[in-house]
């Protein structure tokens, strides 16, 4: 692997277009860690205070506090990444365990009519089947679920 150094311009430096270069420098030392992608990093240059040279060495305090930023980025990434992973598993779970689930109708209760949600007025205070799609589903604490069904003449809102 080439240890090339970096260099990084406040002045001149580039986040989104710079590689690194004295020509083409990043402008944060940020970006130069993150373009590098691991520890150890290689020696990074930023502008120098003094006349007559363009680049120094970064100060080891400054190395250090963008270190440490860097490192609390790569843990939250990290973390992102396994909570994702969690919540995939999760939701495939739940899949798995509502492919399970079937709905049928009572036959004690009276037939329901099937209606379209335009014309479900006139059938307050009795049974329907509603056909449609779930258009928005909200969950309200762990017992209580909104759904808004739609079909093409309107929408309806349903508690579960």
């Known amino acids: 692997m080439d ?13 989104d277009k710079g590689e690194g270069t004295q020509d083409n420098p990043f402008k944060t030392p940020l970006q130069a860690m993150r373009h ?15 006349e007559g040279e363009k680049f120094s060495v970064i100060s080891q305090a400054q190395m250090k ?6 490192q609390r980025e790569a843990s939250k990434a990290e973390s992102k990444i396994k909570k994702e992973a969690e919540e995939a598993a999760k939701r495939a779970a739940n899949l798995e365990e509502s492919k399970s689930i079937v709905i ?14 335009n014309g479900l007025s006139q059938y307050r205070g009795q049974r329907v089947k509603v056909y449609g799609w779930v258009h928005r589903l909200r969950r309200q604490g762990k017992n209580m679920m909104f759904v808004v069904l739609r079909d093409g003449t309107g929408y309806l809102q349903c508690i579960l």
Do not use: H, M, Q, R
């Not at 520890?39 to 502008?47: A, N, R, S």
């Not at 049928?104 to 949600?117: C, G, Q, R, V």
């Open 3 to 15: 240890i090339s150094p970096i260099y990084t311009s406040d002045k001149t430096g580039s986040d």
């Open 36 to 50: 590098w992608g691991k520890e150890p990093f290689p020696t990074i240059y930023v502008d120098s205070k003094e």
């Open 65 to 70: 506090k963008i270190a440490k930023i860097y």
């Open 104 to 117: 049928s109708e009572d036959p004690a209760l009276p037939a329901a009519s099937a209606s379209k949600i």
